[in-house]
Nanobody, 128 residues
Framework: QVQLVESGGGLVQAGASLRLSCAASISGRMFSEYAMAWFRQAPGKEREFVGGINWKNSFTYYGDRVKGRFTVSRDNAKNTFYLQMDSLKPEDTAVYYC???????????????????WGQGTQVTVSS
């Protein structure tokens, strides 16, 4: 069983930074065995890949719209996955979701369907 709980969202001004956390509760396996990812969804839009990290080699990958501004990381000792968001823009406003799966996604295959486990989401609002 996998439970993911996001935290750290809020209302900030453009240019500010936020760090989101995803705390994982997992039974039967280790947190380190899971590929992790962040997605986001704005009202009326499809869920969008933000960033992810493999479990095998800790390789990180990012969506084009956040590359260079956002950073994902994980602390396996704390069962926690992070998203550091810098230089936030109003278009980053969305609900941010944490996702996990036992399989690393194929290169370029960073789709919601690749992840079996999801958190409830945390709202990030960036004002101009």
């Amino acid at each position: 069983q996998v439970q993911l709980v996001e935290s750290g969202g809020g209302l900030v001004q453009a240019g500010a930074s936020l760090r989101l956390s995803c705390a994982a509760s997992i039974s039967g396996r280790m947190f380190s065995e899971y590929a992790m990812a962040w997605f986001r969804q704005a009202p009326g839009k499809e869920r969008e890949f933000v960033g992810g990290i493999n479990w095998k080699n800790s390789f990180t990958y990012y969506g084009d719209r956040v590359k260079g501004r956002f950073t994902v990381s994980r602390d396996n000792a704390k069962n926690t996955f992070y998203l550091q968001m810098d230089s936030l823009k109003p278009e980053d406003t969305a609900v941010y979701y944490c996702a996990a799966d036992l399989l690393d996604p194929p290169p370029g295959g960073y789709e919601p369907a690749m992840y079996d486990h999801w958190g409830q989401g945390t709202q990030v609002t960036v004002s101009s």
